[in-house]
């Protein structure tokens, strides 16, 4: 990845590899959007609506968020009934406008008198509010809400209205009747003071992360433009609010519209590292179907956790671990990084493990069959004389021959080849084998998942032994750089060994299988090699070669890597690999190649 | 004043000087954010003549939250849960709006009572009784009414008065008391008769439909 590439380049000295520009085989194409890019994407849409549909953006905002950005279906849509479509989508009141719900508050009485064919369709009062942001036009905008002409037009209702205002205003969701109240309201004219609409969209974004801000009143179902939300956390926001609240809650409402927008487009994924709001942009692999071919293997580009005590440097080894980058799989949310195995079958073996590794081990080291029906027994005591409480057959627990066989030898057995005791075993080790295949896999599996936890030790030892170096020997800081490389490189590589057991358990036996795991033998192999001369003690004269042999080993083993990655990612694209049961996307398993 | 406890008090005077409605509220603990409500039974319904309490806590983002809602009278009602007395009710989740009042909630509760959404249930059993004999459900709600929210009783006096208001599980359950007394015969405890006989619905024309041993093999398993 292009990353590595620029860190490959402050050691070329020491590797030379051939990272050229072009993409590998396991690898995909993307790139990572900062949420001001998404934004700007999102702005092309709307004003593409905008000038398509003939409406203000803040409405085609909203029409687009209520049709999940899908531009071909609105624009069908809206061209079929353009009223239906604005209403549905909250940008516009109901034409035949039943009065609005009768509240308690002269005022709104008062403006439920107004003519229902002054309520407005959406263009010019939305111009209303979104002239709204400056704080001067605030009595403009309570002309606007209450009066009775206030709706009527921009023009007529920029007259001051103040005088029709009845006496005392109260608000009608938290009765305050002061004066000074500012008054706010969407177009459908349902009155509320500033103070209540800051707390009801406050509380809305912050407590139910929704972007979707519909009118207070019941029944009403007109949501508030992003202008009328902009306002409302800031300039309208009355005295009392704290501004470093309403700031968050402003953030996080474009946030959760750059979310919105994300969601409803298969070619995003936002980046679903804590606190990160980077959004991928990976349209190789958008859509289900070609999720069985690739593993999108994605980085939004950033590192690190904000809020953790990172070194965004990076430059210390346990800096390194906590600003790691923010990789994630595009397809799926199992794991970062599962290659070389593709998403459902690294979620089916996950599945199996969560379902079965404990209980298989624990029958694995407590139990055994009986050798004429197979039930699993458990010895909890007693006399190896054992009699199947199933089929009654009577057995020796130790050789798990016939008791009959066992004369008069009685409560000892130091039999071992008899015929009888040599076809029992066989017969519990047939039975024992899909278990004994199942653990095999698991064991190594689990293996590498432990090693990579522990890397973290083994980054802080490799730190200590990285400055010993330079204490003792006069190598140079960016010479013992090759200890640091050497452990991501394993730590890398382990993550590829412990898929290719997930992998290699599903998959049907044959010459394909055969020739993956001698790629996954040659690389288990090669990290193990090289882990162990990390792990090696450092004597000074040794420096030089060791220094030599893990520059060597850690070439190697990223080769080996590459192989394995390369090799099985051509082979789902090529369609080469069979699975041993059912996959999500793939052919059905041959007869044969079929494992209990 | 804390524009929450001013709306509060503003609300339980509002619902004071309302004498139509017949609401009321009353303030639990002394706190105006802890309260009961009640109202009378809707008319023409199996609830009428009965008086419902409302648990009714206000919760610190009111109004802009919905409040929180439920009875403390047990209600037999499809919407309700028989055992916590839980309100489905869509305006108590979602639909929420800050406009909406306590005494505008408690008359929707109250008009929940009239029209019952069995397609959206609460309780299920309840609500299965509900679609499968209406004529019995109705029996059973008036029952509860009369036992719980001190209601009127039943029109036809003719049996079940004779034990007086006493409590009579069968009835209850809206169950046939002759059904539980065959099953408590062969030897199975009340209780537990009737629990198996009301998860399995066995009221009107589900009683040909469910087997006797179906119904034994149920209460057999522990």
């Not at chain 1, 029906?373 to 057995?395: A, D, L």
């Not at chain 1, 030898?409 to 278990?435: F, H, M, T, V």
Request: net charge negative; aromatic share 8%; charged share 25%.
């Amino acid at each position: 990845m292009d990353d590595d590439d620029m860190e490959m380049d402050d050691y070329n000295d020491d590797f030379k590899l051939n990272t050229g520009p072009k993409r590998k085989s396991y690898e995909v194409d993307y790139s990572s959007l900062s949420q001001t890019s998404v934004e700007k994407s999102m702005r092309e849409d709307v004003d593409h609506i905008c000038g398509i549909l003939g409406v203000e953006s803040p409405v085609a905002a909203l029409l687009l968020r209520h049709q999940a950005w899908n531009k071909e279906r609105l624009i069908e849509k809206y061209m079929e009934t353009p009223t239906t479509v604005l209403v549905e989508s909250g940008a516009t009141v109901p034409e035949p406008v039943a009065a609005p719900t009768p509240v308690r508050s002269h005022s709104v009485d008062k403006s439920t008198a107004s003519p229902s064919s002054s309520r407005r369709a959406t263009r010019s009062s939305s111009k209303l509010l979104s002239s709204l942001t400056s704080p001067t036009r605030l009595s403009f905008q309570k002309s606007n809400s209450i009066s009775p002409s206030g709706t009527a037009s921009p023009s007529k209702s920029r007259k001051d209205t103040k005088s029709e205002e009845p006496e005392s205003f109260v608000c009608p969701i938290c009765f305050d009747d002061s004066p000074d109240l500012k008054q706010l309201a969407l177009d459908c004219g349902h009155v509320a003071c500033s103070g209540c609409w800051n707390a009801y969209t406050t509380s809305k974004i912050r407590d139910e992360a929704e972007h979707s801000i519909r009118c207070m009143t019941e029944g009403c179902a007109l949501v508030a433009s992003d202008d009328f939300v902009r306002n409302i956390l800031s300039d309208a926001a009355p005295a009392g609010t704290d501004v470093h609240e309403n700031a968050v809650a402003w953030s996080r409402f474009q946030e959760l519209l750059v979310r919105n927008f994300v969601a409803a487009n298969q070619k995003l994924k936002f980046c679903p590292y804590p606190g990160c709001t980077n959004t991928v942009s990976c349209p190789s692999a958008a859509g289900k179907s070609v999720i069985t071919s690739i593993v999108p293997t994605v980085s939004c580009g950033a590192r690190g956790i904000p809020g953790s005590s990172s070194d965004k440097a990076g430059s210390s080894s346990s800096g390194v671990l906590q600003a790691r980058e923010h990789v994630f799989c595009f397809g799926c949310t199992i794991e970062s990084d599962h290659r070389p195995v593709v998403c459902a079958v690294a979620k089916l073996w996950l599945q199996k493990c969560e379902d079965d590794s404990e209980t298989a081990n624990w029958i694995k080291s407590n139990t055994k069959e009986c050798s004429q029906c197979q039930s699993t027994i458990e010895k909890n005591g007693g006399c190896n004389h054992m009699t199947c409480k199933k089929c009654k057959y009577e057995f020796c627990w130790v050789c798990m021959g016939p008791w009959s066989e066992h004369g008069t030898a009685w409560y000892s057995c130091n039999r071992y080849d008899e015929k009888g005791s040599i076809d029992a075993r066989d017969a519990q080790s047939r039975s024992r084998a899909s278990l004994e295949r199942y653990l095999h896999y698991y064991n190594r599996w689990a293996n590498h998942e432990q090693s990579a936890k522990l890397s973290v030790e083994l980054y802080a030892k490799t730190e200590k032994k990285m400055e010993d170096m330079q204490i003792t020997s006069e190598l140079t800081w960016i010479e013992v750089q090759f200890m640091k490389k050497a452990v991501e490189e394993v730590e890398k590589c382990r993550m590829t060994l412990k898929w290719t057991y997930a992998m290699a358990y599903y998959l049907a036996r044959g010459n394909e299988k055969d020739l993956f795991e001698d790629n996954q033998r040659d690389l288990e192999k090669a990290v193990e090699d090289l882990s162990e001369l990390l792990e090696s003690p450092i004597e000074t004269e040794n420096i030089p070669t060791l220094r030599q042999k893990v520059t060597d080993k850690t070439v190697y083993v990223q080769k080996r890597n590459e192989i394995v990655l390369e090799d099985t990612a051509t082979g789902f694209q090529d369609g080469r690999w069979r699975w041993n049961i059912t996959v999500d996307g793939f052919e059905d398993p041959l007869e044969d190649s079929k494992v209990d | 004043m804390d524009a929450r406890l001013r709306r509060v008090n503003k609300e339980i005077a509002d619902c004071k000087n309302d004498k139509t409605s017949n609401i009321s509220l009353e303030l639990v603990d002394n706190s105006p954010f802890h309260l009961k409500g009640s109202f009378p039974g809707p008319e023409d319904t199996p609830y009428q003549g009965g008086h419902f309490e409302v648990d009714i806590i206000i919760p610190d983002s009111y109004p802009f939250q919905p409040v929180k809602m439920k009875f403390i009278t047990k209600v037999y009602h499809p919407n309700v849960s028989s055992a916590s007395g839980a309100i489905c009710l869509d305006i108590l989740k979602d639909a929420w709006s800050p406009v909406l009042t306590l005494k505008s909630t408690l008359i929707s509760l109250q008009s929940l009572l009239c029209s019952p959404e069995p397609n959206d249930p609460q309780d299920a059993e309840v609500a299965k009784h509900y679609t499968t004999s209406k004529g019995s459900f109705d029996e059973t709600a008036r029952y509860w009414t009369q036992i719980y929210a001190g209601g009127p009783g039943p029109k036809d006096v003719k049996e079940s008065r004779v034990s007086g208001a006493a409590r009579d599980d069968v009835a209850i359950a809206g169950l046939e008391k002759a059904h539980v007394d065959q099953f408590e015969g062969i030897g199975f405890p009340r209780n537990k008769v009737i629990d198996v006989l009301r998860r399995l619905n066995y009221r009107g024309a589900n009683v040909a439909q469910i087997s006797e041993d179906r119904i034994v093999e149920e209460l057999l398993k522990p």
